[in-house]
């Protein structure tokens, strides 16, 4: 399932490049365009998904294997496991999200403050 006008899609359906990091059948994810840390990584559903608030029951499987499986693992793979990362996913307007595709950024390699601005 893909949304026309959808960035995040088309980078999903290799349609427009990226520097992809990880591929399954359910999920791609890439470096980010404008990266806000050493490592700055999109973990992103291969289904257009708009945000959080717009998963379903069904979806269930799918975030769990993104948190559980896929994160975990890109983390040991881009060597930040050990000393710590952090994971936003940015939802609606106030919550900054700019791209209507959910995604969760994993971005790590140096000291995060908190809070974020
Ligand atoms: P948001 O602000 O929605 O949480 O995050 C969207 C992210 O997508 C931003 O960090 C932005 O830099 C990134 N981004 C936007 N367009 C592209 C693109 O075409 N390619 C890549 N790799 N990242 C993008
Ligand atoms: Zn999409």
Not at 26 to 35: G, H, I, N, S, W
Not at 77 to 103: C, S, Y
């Amino acid at each position: 399932m893909k949304m026309a006008d959808c960035i995040f899609c088309k980078i999903a359906q290799k349609e427009i490049p990226s520097t992809l990091v990880y591929e399954d059948d359910m999920v791609v994810a890439f470096r980010d365009l404008e990266p806000q840390a050493p490592q700055h990584v999109l973990v992103i559903p291969k289904k257009h998904v708009e945000s959080l608030l717009a998963l379903k029951e069904e979806d269930k499987a799918l975030v769990s294997h993104i948190l559980v499986d896929v994160i975990p693992e890109l983390a040991q793979k881009l060597g930040i496991a050990e000393k710590g990362f952090r994971v936003v996913a940015n939802t609606g307007e106030e919550g900054g999200q700019t791209v209507k595709h959910l995604h969760f950024h994993l971005l790590g390699g140096r000291s995060m403050q908190w809070p974020p601005g």
